[in-house]
T-cell receptor
Framework: GAVVSQHPSRVICKSGTSVKIECRSL??????MFWYRQFPKQSLMLMAT?????????EQGVEKDKFLINHASLTLSTLTVTSAHPEDSSFYIC??????????????FGPGTRLLVL | GENVEQHPSTLSVQEGDSAVIKCTYS??????FPWYKQELGKGPQLIID?????GEKKDQRIAVTLNKTAKHFSLHITETQPEDSAVYFC???????????FGTGTKLQVIP
């Protein structure tokens, strides 16, 4: 099946620093990737949709200057949390859409990245 | 926009019993309904999905039913095993390249 990886799996950083999270589709090309945030015992909250070669589309309430998304290739999207603060601590999960699976709607998720900002 | 409600929020069953999780959606344009299983500290894993041109789909111990008229769909797990313990999310989407809206999740505990 389709495999999506994320790196790092967990990261601890100091307040004010920036953190980059990578999301890769390992065995398929993903024209669209998604970034989600998940708080403990809650559902997934879509942050933005990342399209290869174009600007990301952010959901309402998500600061695009704080959460920088780059989708430079068909297998890699990155999320950079800039000037991180303790309230940014969360579980960040990416997903990638396999255009060849079913009718192209199927999303495959990465294992997630646990971010802790001190 | 789409609103997906999911019940129950927690569910405990004895090993070997069946578990049923129900979801409702609001947008009649939705026609793709995936189900995900999320284990603690991991990303969601797609376990089954159904499209609106099908009323039921089965994969071994897992089945999903869809009532498009009533706008609800359900996940059925038979002969539950301890490894089925996880959080399950339903979701709905108009399909194509449009975004998926997730339910609030159901924590399933299978008691040995």
């Amino acid at each position: 099946g389709a495999v999506v990886s994320q790196h790092p799996s967990r990261v601890i950083c100091k307040s004010g620093t920036s953190v980059k999270i990578e999301c890769r589709s390992l065995d398929f090309q993903a024209t669209t990737m998604f970034w989600y945030r998940q708080f403990p015992k809650q559902s997934l909250m879509l942050m933005a949709t990342s399209n290869e070669g174009s600007k990301a589309t952010y959901e309402q309430g998500v600061e695009k200057d704080k959460f920088l998304i780059n989708h430079a290739s068909l297998t890699l999207s990155t999320l950079t949390v800039t000037s991180a603060h303790p309230e940014d601590s969360s579980f960040y999960i990416c997903s990638a859409r396999d255009p060849l699976a079913g009718r192209g709607e199927t999303q495959y998720f990465g294992p997630g990245t646990r971010l802790l900002v001190l | 926009g789409e609103n997906v409600e999911q019940h129950p929020s927690t569910l405990s069953v004895q090993e070997g019993d069946s578990a049923v999780i129900k979801c409702t959606y609001s947008d009649s344009a939705s026609n793709y309904f995936p189900w995900y299983k999320q284990e603690l500290g991991k990303g969601p894993q797609l376990i089954i999905d159904i499209r609106s041109n099908v009323g039921e789909k089965k994969d071994q111990r897992i089945a999903v039913t869809l009532n498009k008229t009533a706008k609800h769909f359900s996940l059925h797990i038979t002969e539950t095993q301890p490894e089925d313990s996880a959080v399950y999310f339903c979701a709905a989407s108009p399909g194509g390249y449009q975004k998926v809206t997730f339910g609030t999740g159901t924590k399933l505990q299978v008691i040995p």
